[in-house]
């Protein structure tokens, strides 16, 4: 065997793939020609995931050739990651929806037939009267993710309906930012306020930085792996983060909270824990430390599996560290439904370290003042149907889930048309069978997207986005440590019918009456008149791409004033406020639900290479990654007579069944449970390339468990036993 | 005259491929092919392994099989920095190289010869470094002349422990591991 094949047989995610034989290899062909001709830089800014890193696009000949890192660029620092360097594939993705699209045969059918855009939106503005006349404008919900979204928010803030929503909240970060929120009176942002560049300690729990790749936090977290920072990764799996790491905590899934409450009970055992600044800053923080009193390090041991002088002793190091010791918040915290409780130990974890507003832990973010266009007022509306009587009283965006549970049941009031912008709600929402029923139930689905996404299949109307390349959106004035302003601008034209969400948004919202609320010509100007009303030059920012403002103290030792926006105005180790509302003042454990025998629980994450659903199609990253694989424990695995590269069917406990995937037998996870990369596995006939590869992790959750303060979806009780597949 | 050589960090790397992507695009190598990629490699059993993270690609040994089997003279050293290269109009394609070069850092591109990665001397040329140093998020990689006793590469070897691949196939490569 040639050597090249031989290593990448034992390799990970990256290089696994390509093992598998000439048929499940990527297609030989050309990459996006190399253009020629006179060569031009564009600066924008990226959007193949949310960070929104600044880029210099380069084309030659009118011809977009490569996007390279804005050296100027505060979040990328001139490097992008591997998505943005393939976002050139994003242009050329054949692929592409290219022109509006009319369904014409059953929901979920992917008929269509092409249409103009002044067909395909007048078709919809009829559609959403219709629905205003018989049910109020409240009846329309928008499903949106990224900057993008804007203007279709706007559109629908004119319209009047507040049920506008992101699967970034309940399904993903939510629970983080409310237990932030509840402790500190703030929440963690994005891009996340972690001080990764000056810790001496941190610590990841299920939090696979290098794998995941927001690129700042990749970079510094490079740069503290360098300078030797004391790394602790609690995580199933020996992540690429955990083969980093001083000490690897191979945690039994479910029990992190266990974890934290032990850390916890050994800071005050060992009178570890920053004792000033919790006098100056904390609240109720004896009653706390009492309810610490039976989570010894021995009880956790039997939940977690981390031997009691392990605990201890990363107890200790953090300890040592602290204020420099960051315990990293992670970002997708929806596990098992105590999220937000367990999102709270995280934050009370770092309050007793004293990390908050600290070099080394969380610093203070800023930004410029860019004033909003001054629209007439929005039409007022009868509250959300995602949270009726606030069943969810800390749910601090409106959830997505919650919109879906208002359109099966028609409680609060009915929802009748959705708009879904560069989400795909199949992939992104637990139980693909709900979203369906709720998609049957509508009378209007809209979708505007890149790609003819799975919900694209379901709708009635498709409406193809330009790509990020070719279109203006909304300003980012970005809430970092150095605040700035920039420009995302076309670099190239669409190559067909497509049009920017903003286009989008005016000519939709003119069709249906809002011109008062569409007072621009068109984005540009729109664009400009903010940027010159924040008193920039708008020729500095087209060919710089971005402005930064002052830099403003980060850290209480550089000025910055504490200050918590909680009831109590300090940092609440005892909360007042869930106490009120019947929940625990402080996080209490309870074990998360075995696992049944025969099955593993079903984990998931993400690889560098892609984002989320919505990059499998675009040569370049199919190039590197065409499809996931099931990791299973190497003595799993020879238990089952499976080796690395063998297809099987993972079926769940509902008897939900995946279509075939290859195995990757590693000692790199727990034997109790298996991985998935998110994304993959796509069934809409219009994603060429990626059709068929791999298998989605989202049909397998079927399952999840609702977080009782927030309304965020936990979606780790999902079990899996492995079928295999007859040859 | 330098002789350029490669350092990679396998501490910083994380895997990410973006080495892989920027050289894609860069070079307009044809999907399905890759000038450099990404290897994960475990050692040691379960429970407790380590994790190597390499990211390769051609070797530019200063004993090159792949140019002394050449029956063509296409694969050859390069003046400038012992950069190893391919003429693609004189090679016919034999795979000859591809058989000797013991990191199986070559592939017949589709249009006929033989491929793989050149240092992107077209970007040294110009004083900057190769597409997939210049991308890296890690900043895990460092290029530069082998022979210049103050240079990054040879202050990273001198002061940090590193080691390359197949030392035993005897070719003296030109890309280092840093442990």
Redesign the interface.
Known sequence: MHRRTFLKLGSGAVAGACLLGPGVRARAGSTPPKPTGEERVIPTFCDVCFWRCNALATTRGGRLWKIEGNPQDPLSRGRLCPRGTGGVGAHYDPDRLRRPLLRKGERGAETWHEVSWDEALGFVAERMQAIRAAHGPEAMALFSHGIGGTFLKHLFRAWGSPNIAAPSFAQCRGPRDVGFHLTFGEEVGSPERTDIEHARCLVLLGCHLGENMHNTQVQEFAEAVGRGTTLIVADPRFSVAASKAKYYLPIRPGTDLALLLAWMHVLIEEGAWDRAYVDAHGYGFDAFAASLAPYTPEWAWTETGIAPDVIRETAGEMGHHRPATLVHPGRHVTWYGDDAQRSRAVALLNAMLGSWGRKGGFYQPASMDVPAWPYPPYPPHRGKADNPDQRYPFALETLTTGLREATLTGKPYPLKGWFVYATNPLYALPNVDETIAAVRALDLLVVIDVVPSEIAGWADVVLPEAVYLERYDELNVELFRQPFVALRQPVVDPPDDQKSNAWIARELGLKLGLGAWFPWRDVEEYLRWRVEAAGLSWETLTSRGLILGPRTPLTYEEGVAPEFDTPSGKIEFWSNQLQEKGFDPVPRYTPPDPVPPGFFRLLYGRAPVHSFSRTQTNPLLHDIMPENAVWVHSEVAHRLGLRSGDRVRLRNQDGVESGPVAVKATCRIRPDCVYLVHGFGHTARGLRRALGRGINDALLLSRYRTDPLMGGTGLGMNFVTILPVEA | MPRLAMVI?T????????C???C???N??????DRD??????RG???????E?RSERCHHCADPPCVYCCPTGASHIHDYGGVVLVTASKCIGCKACLAAC????RFIH?DGYADKCTFCLHRVEKGLDPACV???????MTFGDLDDPLGPVRRLLDSRPHHAL?PEAGTEPCIFYLT
């Open positions: 960090d501490r910083r790397c994380v895997g990410c491929g973006d892989v992507v920027a894609k695009v860069e307009d190598v044809p999907l399905g092919h990629w990404i290897v994960e490699e475990i059993r379960c429970p407790g392994p380590t994790l993270i013991p990191y199986g850092a589709p210049a991308v890296c998020p890690t900043h895990c197949l």
